[in-house]
């Protein structure tokens, strides 16, 4: 079998899924290959992209969209672009109805086999605090890390989820708009760019 067929055929979750609020099967949302130009290393599917099977079709897609400054069809051109999540498949809602967090046997069985499939790309963006931690060394909390993201860039940028959620957290800090933003859509632009 193939690493796709692997992933996809994946059922290491499905008792934890079956016991979550949502009670779902897993269904892994694979969306990368060799030799894409950017990475977009994320936290997990939303329960949209768990009936859709495509990632980020949701508000937060929008959003992450918008802030690379990319069209639908670059962001889902898997030659070019490959979204590499902390677990492959929606992790469902607690008693509450929030976002329960990824299942680390996700991460711990396939993320090594598939980032070593995918190489190193130009440009990678680690959306929120677990796809931080197991990219970046240290002990830093989200804002942290996107606030010191002149560290990392031009090849890395740690973001923060593109959630709605987070509008707040945007309007608290005008820099990611006004300096984060703009370089981040110009790297994307080269990453793209280059043969």
Known sequence: MTLF??????????D????????HRPRPVVWFDSGARILI?????????????????????DRLRDWMGV????????SRVA???????FPGYNAAGSDLPPPPICAKTWRQ???????TPPLTLLIGGNAQ??????KMSVTERVSDWRTYAPNVFPLPHPSWRNTGWIKKHPWFETDLLPTLKA???SALADP
Request: contains cysteine; negative net charge; glycine residues 8%.
């Open 5 to 14: 067929s692997d992933i996809y055929a994946c059922s290491l979750c499905a």
């Open 16 to 23: 934890r899924f079956a016991a979550t609020a949502t009670a």
């Open 41 to 61: 290393a994320g936290q997990a599917p939303g329960a949209r992209v768990q009936i859709s099977g495509r990632p980020f079709t949701d508000p937060s897609g």
């Open 71 to 78: 069209t639908d069809d670059t962001f889902y051109d898997q």
């Open 83 to 89: 979204i590499l999540p902390m677990a492959f498949c």
């Open 113 to 119: 086999p598939a980032m070593d499939h995918i190489g």
């Open 133 to 138: 931690k197991w990219h970046l060394s240290g």
């Open 187 to 189: 790297c994307v632009q």
